[in-house]
């Protein structure tokens, strides 16, 4: 066999490695997590891969240690207030930076770009003085408002309407469609999978977020998800790794469940956004 033909063999066999060693990165631990969450009490957690009697009876513990259902409701809320903020900020900005003619167009895109630079960290404390100035200090409002638009999220949209053909808009245009309707008619529908993709990462960000809900919120009713878990994995009463685990499975499934839903859409949306930037 040549070592030309014995490299063009080899090449394929590399590339599947290298997928499947990211594979287990990526869903190593969380495989481990919910094979944790499935182990008896008086199992041992590092007894092998699998559980050698899977029981759910973790899941109905982490429901008895703290409030779930009041704080996913609370998380809920947030989340469902972020996607559809983003879903409607980020579709007209988008909208209106897609579009030529408008004076400072170029300008505020320059900033909108120029802000991604910054973490959150850095403004942190601003965001901070300026809710707590607002009196929405330990309020669900309060935990939404710096997350009610991503920036990322207008240049995602704003790609997404720029790779609409001109024709369509063109042919609207000559139809007698106005601004909303060509908005709603024609770039719209054409931006389906990049709207997927907002409504998964604000989702994701709301749902996710602990940082921001641990600096806000001060009364334990108003708490989030992630900062219930914290208390769940803090507490001295509850020490049973087993059941952090399954809390923390717990908190993984709506997302789970998000994007097997809205999947198709996703990476229709991903290509959508990556076409011009």
Not at 233 to 253: E, F, S, W, Y
Request: positive net charge; charged residues 15%.
């Amino acid at each position: 066999m040549s070592a030309a033909r014995r490299r063009s063999r080899a090449a394929p066999a590399a590339r599947y490695l290298a997928l499947l060693l990211v594979l287990v990165v990526m869903v190593g631990p969380v495989a481990w997590q919910f094979a944790t969450s499935l182990r008896g009490r008086t199992e041992n957690v590092y007894a092998g891969l699998l559980p050698a009697r899977p029981t759910f009876d973790n899941y109905l513990r982490v429901a008895e240690s703290f409030p779930l259902l009041q704080y996913v409701g609370n998380t809920l809320v947030v989340a469902a207030l972020a996607v559809t903020s983003n879903v409607v900020c980020a579709a007209t900005g988008g909208y209106a930076l897609s579009r030529t003619g408008w004076r400072g167009r170029t300008a505020v895109f320059t900033v909108l770009v120029a802000s991604l630079m910054f973490p959150f960290e850095s403004v942190m404390v601003s965001m901070f003085l300026i809710v707590r100035g607002m009196g929405l200090v330990d309020t669900l409002v309060g935990v939404w408002l710096p997350g009610a638009v991503s920036v990322l999220n207008l240049m995602i949209m704003r790609a997404a309407f720029l790779a609409v053909p001109r024709e369509l808009e063109e042919a609207a245009v000559l139809d007698g469609a106005g601004e909303w309707t060509r908005f709603t008619r024609v770039f719209l529908p054409g931006a389906k999978g990049a709207l997927a993709v907002v409504c998964i990462t604000s989702f994701m960000g709301a749902w996710d977020d602990f940082l921001w809900p641990l600096l806000v919120l001060t009364g334990s009713e108003h708490y989030t998800l992630q900062l219930g878990l914290k208390t769940l994995a803090g507490t001295t009463t509850v020490t049973d790794q087993r059941i952090v685990a399954a809390g923390a499975m717990t908190a993984l499934l709506p997302m789970v469940i998000l994007f097997l839903a809205l999947h198709r859409y996703f990476f229709k949306g991903v290509g959508e956004g990556a076409v011009k930037l």
